[in-house]
């Protein structure tokens, strides 16, 4: 007797030939001019500082998967963009010690361990962020890194200028500067308009979900709004919320990432709107100045459950209440037993 | 011999924390000094030998269904013995270690061994086996808090080995730094294990 194997293999079915490594591509395209504009800034610690970043996650990603016993994922780009992302995120004069540890983090124990690409349950490059900026709050508040340098522009971070003198600071902040990215941060977090025309190069292309995006976005404005019509005097408004610090970047090229974001529409739009909420609560009642690291990262803790919240399938309701009413005996003899 | 093996086998099948993955609490909360380890370990040794030299001594009278109160009845009297040497003896250590000196009652690597071995062997085997377990665990703790130590703030024992250039890495002397190292402990012993075992092949 002949028999037949038929197996059935996980979707998607139809390949349009496309690769990893050429979403990658877009996000470097995307990043590029405000990292241009952060090593302009900042001059050549900033040069060195992304180089190393980016050089020292591609080599832990080559040495993670051969320790590992795995295929060797070097040439997909992820470790060279997460590398990047994590370069842009530091001050320019961080000691080089501690990007090294930084991408270590980043790369093994953020992404490796839990199988790489695709697999890991929180984005890599908050996790190596966050172990850092636990571990060494100073190295990594700008306004205390980056100390030797002489800057134009006032010195001390929007934000921590925000936690420390209340919403008066704002004045100092022009939203204009604030856009062009004169405003004291990591490498590539403070060119928010640069970042922005990335994002949209990203969106248009397809790359990242608007939805994930622009509901980041909205969250921060509504949550910080709303803080702002109760008390002016102690929080400051929506503008100055996502134009200062990491909002921007963390809404096009942290909360994004694929593996640690929800994939039905509804669901993406519940956890940016959700992760945008989180962090003007972090920022205006929590300890720290910014909370767009650990915003994303509680929100990606989630994200397995936010995806579960969708909508009924039409037809899929009667389904289920016919297969109840098949026992009416049953309800009616529970209900009254009397009768 | 039967007595070398029990004593043994507490560092190698049955290292409490990474083969039998038991008595995490007390692992991850306490262990961010190697002498926390160290103290911690000992106390429960202490407790373990004795609870398990008492056991067996009584594993013919205790009967059977109210066997578990009885065990914990004469846990908790040991736990209470070394809770008072400590606060004699060891006062910074006991205060140090806080909750955890009580919480070992609840450990279930003392109840586990009155239960699985004592409770069925002679006494000289159920104290050589929870002396070995005990310093087994000891061994665990001790090497734990030395990791997180040393990296957390350059010292080892309370000396500073790392010298003053060294800055110091906060993570690993906090909550989520005991599960990091534990979980990377846990993953070199099994690829240990399975190294020796391909080697054996």
């Known amino acids: 007797m002949n028999r037949v194997v038929l197996s059935v293999a996980m979707g998607p079915h139809i390949h349009d030939g496309s690769h990893v490594y050429r979403i990658m591509a877009g996000y470097v395209a995307a990043l590029m001019p ?42 997909d780009g992820s470790a060279l963009v997460q590398g990047l ?32 690409i695709g697999c890991y349950p929180l984005n890599p490059v908050l996790i190596g962020y966050a172990i850092l900026s636990v571990s060494w709050p100073m190295r990594l508040s700008s306004h205390f890194a980056l100390v030797d340098l002489t800057l134009k522009g006032p010195v001390l971070e929007p934000l921590a200028a925000l936690k420390s003198y209340g919403p008066s600071v704002a004045e100092v902040y022009p939203p204009l500067n604030l856009l062009l990215g004169l405003q004291t941060g990591g490498i590539g977090t403070g060119a928010v308009g640069l970042l922005a025309l990335g994002g949209i190069f990203l969106m248009a292309r397809g790359d ?36 200062a610090g990491t909002t921007v970047f963390g809404a096009f090229f942290l909360a994004s990432d694929y593996t640690t974001t929800p994939v039905y529409p509804l669901p993406r739009l519940i956890y940016g709107f959700g992760t945008g909420v989180l962090i003007v609560l972090i920022r205006n009642l929590g300890a720290y100045p910014d909370g767009t690291v650990f915003g994303i990262l509680i929100l990606n803790l989630f994200h397995p459950l936010i995806d579960r919240i969708r909508p009924s399938v039409v037809g899929g309701g009667v389904l289920r209440s016919g297969w109840r009413g098949c026992s009416p005996h049953q309800v009616r003899s529970s209900r009254s037993p009397h009768m | 011999m039967r007595i070398i093996r029990e004593f043994t086998k507490g560092f190698t099948t049955e290292l409490t924390p990474f083969r039998l993955v038991l008595g995490l609490c007390p692992t991850l909360a306490v262990t961010t000094q190697a002498d926390n380890g160290l103290g911690m370990g000992l106390a429960t040794t202490f407790v373990l030998v004795c609870s398990n030299v008492l056991v ?33 003896f060891f006062y910074p250590l006991y205060q140090r270690l806080g909750i955890f000196v009580p919480l070992i009652v609840v450990n279930c690597i003392i109840l586990g061994r009155a239960e699985a071995f004592a409770s069925k062997n002679p006494v000289m085997y159920s104290a050589v086996d929870g002396l070995g377990i005990g310093l087994g665990f000891t061994l665990s703790l001790t090497v734990l808090g030395g990791i997180r130590e040393l990296l957390g ?32 402990l846990l993953f070199l012993m099994n690829l240990l294990t399975s190294l020796g075992r391909k080697r054996a092949h």
């Open chain 1, 34 to 75: 405000a990292a241009v504009w952060g090593c302009v800034h900042y001059g050549m610690p900033a040069v060195r500082t992304l180089l190393l970043a980016v050089g020292s996650a591609v080599v832990w990603e080559g040495l993670a998967r051969r320790f590992l016993g795995r295929d060797q994922t070097i040439h």
């Open chain 1, 85 to 116: 992302l994590m370069g842009m995120m530091l001050p320019a004069n961080t000691p080089w010690w501690l990007i090294i540890v930084g991408t270590f983090l980043m790369i093994f124990i953020g992404k490796q361990l839990f199988g790489g």
């Open chain 1, 208 to 243: 990242i979900s608007w939805r994930v995006s622009l509901s980041f976005l909205l969250g921060v404005a509504v949550a910080a709004s709303i803080f702002h019509v109760i008390s002016p005097s102690r929080f400051a408004g929506a503008a100055f919320h996502i134009l």
């Open chain 2, 56 to 88: 067996s001594l009584l594993r013919h009278i205790i009967p059977q269904k109210v066997r578990i109160a009885c065990f914990i009845v004469m846990i908790a009297t040991f736990v209470v013995a070394v809770e008072l040497l400590m606060q004699a």
């Open chain 2, 153 to 184: 703030t350059g010292a080892l024992f309370g000396h500073p080995l790392l010298g003053a250039s060294f800055e110091p890495f906060g993570f690993m002397i906090k909550a989520p730094g005991a599960f990091v190292t534990l979980g990377i």
